[in-house]
């Protein structure tokens, strides 16, 4: 957690472990105003070893040219989601802001609801196999981690798109997963500064837009930042004795600046 205060992230990887895992750490950064984005990711061939691709990042390209430099700053501007390959959000945008254009953000002088648009689809089998129903009865602790089957709803061939605000879902829609692009909408009240997602869980997620409600920095949360202060003196605890003697002073120089940081931000978080 330290690396966030340096300013020393620039996205973190997705889809390659448990999406609980993965998701909890973004979340609770997002909550404290960090805005790192996420990437799709296979680890190939260390966690997953069939094949490359299986976690996937879906960027939007300005001119529509597939271009390796560009691709990769689409990426660090959030202008992408990520997915296990078969469910897709495309086009997120809320009000007039489009998501990983002009920082992804959306400024209010007051609180006051928003409007928020994506187009979806996800493809799911027609029917359930025994194949089929026994991912659905495993732990999200084991493989596949992120797979569309996991979102299906009951033995229904529908998946729910949830609409997140500070990592906490406020609206859901359901959808047909018969592989059609749909339009979706919602409309959601924003009573301070927020972060808003999309996501079909555990499958895709969009990138997030920050609403940033009267000049005032995104402190969703006092537990998410208390998680953060914990995890910094969990790592600094398991990384002191490994910490050459010679480097050791700097490295506490850097763990004390991050502590500095987040009791800061204690004192202007909400209490959610």
């Given amino acids: 957690m330290s690396v966030y205060t340096h300013d020393a992230v620039d996205f973190i990887s997705t889809v390659d472990t448990p999406a609980p895992w993965e998701l909890n750490i973004w979340y609770h950064t997002l909550n404290c105003g960090f805005r790192a984005r996420v990437s799709g990711e296979t680890d190939f061939p260390c966690i997953y070893g069939e094949r490359v691709g299986l976690g996937r990042s879906y960027v939007r390209l300005a001119d529509g040219k597939l271009d390796f430099d560009a691709w990769t700053e689409g990426i660090k501007q959030g202008r992408s989601y990520v ?3 078969r469910s897709h959000l495309f086009d997120f945008q809320l009000d ?5 254009e002009n ?18 689809a996800a493809l799911l089998a027609e029917k359930l196999t025994p194949a089929l129903e026994e991912i659905r009865k495993r732990p999200l602790s084991a493989k596949p981690y992120w797979d569309v089957e996991r979102a299906r709803i009951s033995d229904s061939r529908k998946v729910p798109v949830e609409l997140l605000v500070n990592a906490i879902p406020v609206a859901r829609q359901e959808i047909v997963a018969d592989g059609s ?3 979706l909408a919602f409309e959601v ?12 869980y555990p499958s895709s997620h969009t990138n997030p837009i920050f ?19 914990k995890a910094v003196e969990q790592c600094w605890k398991s ?3 490994a910490i050459r003697p010679a480097e050791r002073e700097q490295a506490k ?10 009791q800061a931000m204690l004192d202007e978080a909400h209490v959610p």
């Fill in 189 to 200: 009240p924003i009573e301070f500064s927020s972060w808003v997602a999309l996501r079909i």
């Fill in 181 to 183: 692009v749909q339009d």
């Fill in 211 to 229: 609403v940033v409600v009267d000049g005032k920095p995104i402190r969703a949360s006092k537990a998410s930042v208390d998680w953060c202060v």
């Fill in 103 to 120: 920082g992804s953000e959306r400024k209010l002088d007051k609180p006051g609801k928003v409007q928020v648009k994506a187009k979806v």
């Fill in 239 to 241: 990384k002191e004795r």
């Fill in 96 to 100: 007039d802001v489009r998501v990983g």
């Fill in 83 to 85: 997915s296990d390959g």
């Fill in 253 to 262: 120089a850097a763990f004390d600046q991050a502590r500095k940081v987040y």
